[in-house]
């Protein structure tokens, strides 16, 4: 098992933004970086679809995100190199925000979960294609929290039906893109080659 530097990284990041903002700068940095469709669209502040999944509402939030960012680095970082880990996760959650602001109007949205459930995505990929790999994990620790991550994470602390309809749209969103993603990365021309000497 190989250290997730990047699932790591991300985690530090998240939690470095969420302490000094809401220690020293009153929330100014949630404000600045939240998505908000009206700022976006009227005052063209798109950098809001990127920043957005780096912040988190409260502790049990990013508690939550963070977990679930380490076992999806726990499980998949090493298969899919560093690299391609962070471009899909940032992928899942700025196509994810991009599509969220012209279909609602939220007055605040944060959060890195479309990028996990992007990660998620190329994890059931790489189950289907790798026999060996969905044996070996199903059952582990990472792989059981992920499975009540995406479930609890879909029902809990919502306040209307409305948030449930939001929330299911953004994790399917972002499930999908990480689906779409792991396809195409498992068709890139080295691993073709590598197919076709092997025959």
């Known amino acids: 098992m190989k250290y997730p530097k990047i699932a790591v990284f991300l985690i530090i990041v998240f939690f470095s933004i969420f302490l000094v903002d809401t220690f020293f700068l009153n929330g100014l940095l949630l404000q600045w970086g939240t998505l908000n469709n009206e700022k976006v669209f009227l005052n063209n ?3 809001r679809v ?3 999944p780096l912040f988190h509402f409260g502790v049990i939030h990013i508690f939550a995100n963070s977990l679930a960012t380490y076992c999806t ?3 998949i970082e090493s298969k899919i190199k560093s690299t391609w880990f962070l471009l899909i996760f940032m992928v899942s959650n700025t196509l994810e925000r991009i599509i969220f602001v012209f279909i609602f109007s939220p007055g605040s949205s ?12 190329v994890i059931v990929i790489y189950c289907i294609r790798n026999k060996s790999f969905f044996i070996e994990h199903i059952k582990s620790r990472e792989m059981e ?3 009540g991550y995406g479930i609890l994470g879909n029902i809990l602390f919502v ?7 939001e929330r299911l749209f953004v994790h399917a969103v972002g499930f999908i893109i990480g689906v779409m993603l792991g396809v195409i990365l498992n068709l890139t021309p080295k691993e073709k080659i590598l197919k076709n000497t092997s025959v």
């Open 50 to 52: 990127i920043t957005a």
């Open 45 to 47: 502040q798109w950098w």
């Open 145 to 147: 929290y992920l499975i």
């Open 73 to 75: 680095g726990i499980l």
């Open 159 to 165: 306040n209307s039906l409305v948030d449930i309809i």
């Open 110 to 121: 944060v959060g890195s979960s479309p990028g996990i459930f992007g990660l998620i995505g």
